[in-house]
């Protein structure tokens, strides 16, 4: 018989179609059963709901235990998108007080996994945030006619104190970066988005936990599944005690109303910061609940910046605070003694060079040109200095040296300050005026950097840190506004010395010279008649108005408290920095102002600069 080979060889490719057919089926069902888990969470959405349990947030301390920040019941409406049938949204819209427009658009968003990823239609997704019982009453009543919505409790942060915003900072809804970043967060989440809030956001956030709830077949719960036995307890966020203490920060943003500026206080033993005030500032109650990125809008636009933290973000010429780190350069250097003098008749003159100062004795040693923040004295100090070639060989030798004493006080570098976005200021190098000059340049080229003008500049905590360094007579402890952590230790840079590269027996003459100024000299209304008050005026000039500037720190021996006081255009150091420096101090070392102390911060409180600048 003769052989069919056409019937052979389909015989074949119907065996190869039915083994093709048959892998495709396997690794589809291969796809749905293991690799994708749509089913299992269709399957898992019909038997139960898992509803995440938020943990409260860490409550905020200052250091006299008075309570900062607390938590408030808050509820989210959740949704589940599978769940909704037969949405009368005109009802739900007035139950919950939005618009029809808002509803679809809440939809879409929802939806698109752009903006909202690991979307699931089987799984909870937040509808509507941060409603308040009062609102969430009204719902509750209703929502057995909105099949897919539920009721989620959360907290939300509320405030005793107006005061201490840019300390404390903030908290708002997860980003998407946020949540790509940590694998915590999931949409609809909060985290600290400033401050303190922001810092230490994992020791304040706490644990999630989860409970799961059983379904019947018609999608009612019926309890928790295995009475609880899968259910996870949310574990509270970590409480804070902060180093501030709020009722000298209240008093610090009350002397600095209509103006802008800074003042930062800082316990020289510990480097704990006992206030950290930026003005502007605002109510830190406006950036809690629904409202707040429409109140975050609005001060983003505002021309007075006051989600500025200019106490760590502020960088300004540092004026004549910054001549005691001259002096104690130039006494460590040997280019000056004790007993070294200068003249100085109007200011510094030489090679057709003039750089004013106001009228006192000439000439003058060190202590008394402290005293009397003489230009003169720390304009020749640094001449000499960088001319010194038989000492250093060439100016930029003698610009470096004098720059690793700056940053070894504490400039041109941040400090590491526990709170997000502090910068750095500027400490020029011999690499910065070889290229300005093309290396053509001598100490008077560079004389205005003497006393603290120039190309240097520095944050008002940068100054706050000279005063303590020098309250200390050598050293500092990174600053830092939180001063304890529940069950947790600071991290180590906040209780490690550091020392600057001047020794301790020079800090002596520049105390001595601090003291003076406050006695008979630039700081006499900052002295108190039962402390012993050590300052340094600062006027740095300004293309308008100059800056008004104070350092100083009390008592002389075992100081208790180091200050710095900045407000732009406010003139003389005298004008607003030092009574500024003198009350905070008054009140900080006794509780509380004298009646006629008290009369004074009134007056400051009440005066004005103009700016030029008008809300829109």
Same mark, same amino acid.
């Given at each position: 018989?003769?052989? =069919?080979?056409?019937?052979?060889?389909?015989?074949?490719?119907?065996?190869?179609?039915?083994?093709?057919?048959?892998?495709? /089926?396997?690794?589809?069902?291969?796809?749905?059963?293991?690799?994708?888990?749509?089913?299992?969470?269709?399957?898992?959405?019909?038997?139960?709901?898992?509803?995440?349990?938020?943990?409260?947030?860490?409550?905020?301390?200052?250091?006299?235990?008075?309570?900062?920040?607390?938590?408030?019941? %808050?509820?989210?409406?959740?949704?589940?998108?599978?769940?909704?049938?037969?949405?009368?949204?005109?009802?739900?819209?007035?139950?919950?007080?939005? !618009?029809?427009?808002?509803?679809?658009?809440? /939809?879409?968003?929802?939806?698109?996994?752009?903006?909202?990823?690991?979307?699931?239609?089987?799984?909870?997704?937040?509808?509507?945030?941060?409603?308040?019982?009062?609102?969430?009453?009204?719902?509750?009543?209703?929502?057995?006619?909105?099949?897919?919505?539920?009721?989620?409790?959360?907290?939300?942060?509320?405030?005793?104190?107006?005061?201490?915003?840019?300390?404390?900072?903030?908290?708002?809804?997860?980003?998407?970066?946020?949540?790509?970043?940590?694998?915590?967060?999931?949409?609809?989440?909060?985290?600290?988005?400033?401050?303190?809030?922001?810092?230490?956001?994992?020791?304040?956030?706490?644990?999630?936990?989860?409970?799961?709830?059983?379904?019947?077949?018609?999608?009612?719960?019926?309890?928790?599944?295995?009475?609880?036995?899968?259910?996870?307890?949310?574990?509270?966020?970590?409480?804070?005690?902060?180093?501030?203490?709020?009722?000298?920060?209240?008093?610090?943003?009350?002397?600095?109303?209509?103006?802008?500026?800074?003042?930062?206080?800082?316990?020289?033993? !510990?480097?704990?910061?006992?206030?950290?005030?930026?003005?502007?500032?605002?109510?830190?109650?406006?950036?809690?609940?629904?409202?707040?990125?429409?109140?975050?809008?609005?001060?983003?636009?505002?021309?007075?910046? +006051?989600?500025?933290?200019?106490?760590?973000?502020?960088?300004?010429?540092?004026?004549?605070?910054?001549?005691?780190?001259? *002096?104690?350069?130039?006494?460590?250097?040997?280019?000056? !003694?004790?007993?070294?003098?200068?003249?100085?008749?109007?200011?510094?003159?030489?090679?057709?060079?003039?750089?004013?100062?106001?009228?006192? &004795?000439?000439?003058?040693?060190?202590?008394?040109?402290?005293?009397?923040?003489?230009?003169?004295?720390? #304009?020749?100090?640094?001449?000499?200095?960088?001319?010194?070639?038989?000492?250093? @060989?060439?100016?930029?030798? %003698?610009?470096?040296?004098?720059?690793?004493?700056?940053?070894?006080?504490?400039?041109?570098?941040?400090?590491?300050?526990?709170?997000?976005?502090?910068?750095?200021?500027?400490?020029?190098?011999?690499?910065?005026?070889?290229? *300005?000059?093309?290396?053509?340049?001598?100490?008077?080229?560079?004389?205005?950097?003497?006393?603290?003008?120039?190309?240097?500049?520095? !944050? &008002?905590?940068?100054?706050?840190?000279?005063?303590?360094?020098?309250?200390?007579?050598?050293?500092?402890?990174?600053?830092?506004?939180?001063?304890?952590?529940?069950?947790?230790?600071?991290? +180590?840079?906040?209780?490690?010395?550091?020392?600057?590269?001047? =020794?301790?027996?020079?800090?002596?003459?520049?105390?001595? @010279?601090?003291?003076?100024?406050?006695?008979?000299?630039? #700081?006499?209304?900052?002295?108190?008649?039962?402390?012993?008050?050590?300052?340094?005026?600062?006027?740095?000039?300004?293309?308008?108005?100059?800056?008004?500037?104070?350092?100083? /720190?009390?008592?002389?021996?075992?100081?208790?408290?180091?200050?710095?006081?900045?407000?732009?255009?406010?003139?003389?150091?005298?004008?607003? @920095?030092?009574?500024?420096?003198?009350?905070?101090?008054?009140?900080?070392?006794?509780?509380?102002?004298? +009646?006629?102390?008290?009369?004074? %911060?009134?007056?400051?409180?009440?005066?004005?600069?103009?700016?030029?600048?008008?809300?829109?």
């Amino acid at each position: 018989m003769k052989r =069919d080979y056409n019937l052979e060889r389909r015989k074949y490719v119907i065996g190869g179609a039915v083994l093709v057919v048959a892998l495709l /089926f396997i690794v589809r069902l291969f796809v749905l059963q293991i690799m994708s888990d749509d089913y299992k969470k269709h399957a898992d959405s019909n038997a139960f709901l898992k509803k995440v349990q938020y943990p409260s947030r860490g409550v905020i301390y200052d250091r006299t235990d008075k309570l900062l920040v607390y938590n408030q019941p %808050a509820y989210d409406i959740m949704v589940v998108m599978k769940e909704i049938t037969s949405l009368d949204t005109l009802d739900l819209c007035r139950t919950l007080q939005i !618009t029809p427009d808002f509803l679809r658009k809440r /939809f879409r968003d929802l939806k698109n996994r752009k903006l909202n990823p690991g979307y699931s239609p089987y799984t909870n997704q937040v509808f509507l945030s941060q409603l308040s019982a009062e609102e969430c009453g009204v719902f509750q009543e209703k929502q057995f006619k909105f099949p897919g919505f539920y009721i989620q409790r959360r907290t939300i942060r509320q405030y005793n104190y107006n005061a201490g915003a840019h300390i404390l900072g903030d908290i708002g809804e997860v980003s998407k970066s946020e949540m790509e970043a940590d694998e915590y967060y999931a949409p609809g989440d909060f985290i600290g988005k400033l401050g303190v809030e922001s810092f230490y956001e994992k020791q304040l956030r706490g644990e999630k936990g989860v409970e799961v709830l059983l379904r019947d077949a018609r999608g009612r719960i019926q309890g928790n599944y295995m009475d609880g036995a899968f259910d996870k307890a949310s574990v509270p966020g970590k409480n804070l005690t902060l180093s501030l203490d709020i009722e000298l920060q209240m008093l610090g943003e009350r002397l600095l109303e209509g103006k802008i500026g800074s003042i930062v206080a800082i316990e020289p033993s !510990t480097g704990e910061v006992l206030c950290l005030v930026s003005s502007p500032t605002y109510d830190p109650r406006l950036m809690v609940g629904r409202n707040r990125g429409k109140n975050h809008l609005e001060m983003a636009r505002n021309p007075w910046k +006051p989600l500025l933290n200019r106490a760590i973000m502020g960088t300004y010429p540092p004026g004549s605070t910054f001549k005691t780190t001259q *002096a104690l350069t130039f006494l460590q250097e040997g280019i000056i !003694t004790t007993g070294t003098s200068y003249s100085c008749v109007g200011g510094f003159s030489y090679r057709g060079l003039h750089v004013g100062c106001h009228g006192h &004795p000439s000439p003058l040693s060190l202590v008394p040109a402290i005293a009397t923040s003489c230009n003169g004295f720390f #304009c020749w100090g640094l001449y000499y200095m960088i001319g010194a070639r038989q000492k250093y @060989g060439s100016v930029q030798k %003698a610009m470096n040296t004098w720059r690793d004493y700056m940053v070894s006080m504490g400039f041109g570098y941040t400090l590491g300050i526990d709170l997000p976005g502090e910068k750095r200021g500027m400490i020029p190098n011999a690499g910065y005026y070889d290229k *300005a000059y093309r290396g053509s340049w001598n100490g008077l080229t560079i004389i205005s950097i003497a006393i603290g003008q120039g190309e240097v500049t520095a !944050t &008002p905590l940068q100054i706050a840190n000279l005063g303590a360094t020098i309250a200390n007579r050598g050293y500092f402890i990174t600053p830092h506004v939180v001063k304890q952590i529940e069950g947790e230790s600071l991290a +180590p840079e906040y209780k490690e010395k550091r020392y600057t590269m001047v =020794d301790k027996v020079h800090y002596d003459e520049v105390v001595e @010279g601090m003291r003076n100024a406050v006695l008979g000299g630039t #700081c006499r209304a900052a002295n108190l008649p039962d402390i012993e008050v050590c300052g340094k005026t600062g006027t740095a000039q300004n293309h308008g108005r100059d800056h008004s500037a104070f350092m100083g /720190f009390a008592p002389m021996n075992n100081p208790k408290i180091a200050i710095a006081v900045y407000v732009e255009n406010g003139g003389w150091g005298a004008t607003y @920095g030092v009574p500024i420096g003198k009350l905070m101090i008054e009140k900080y070392l006794k509780g509380k102002l004298s +009646p006629e102390d008290e009369v004074l %911060a009134t007056d400051i409180q009440q005066r004005r600069i103009d700016y030029g600048i008008h809300e829109r």
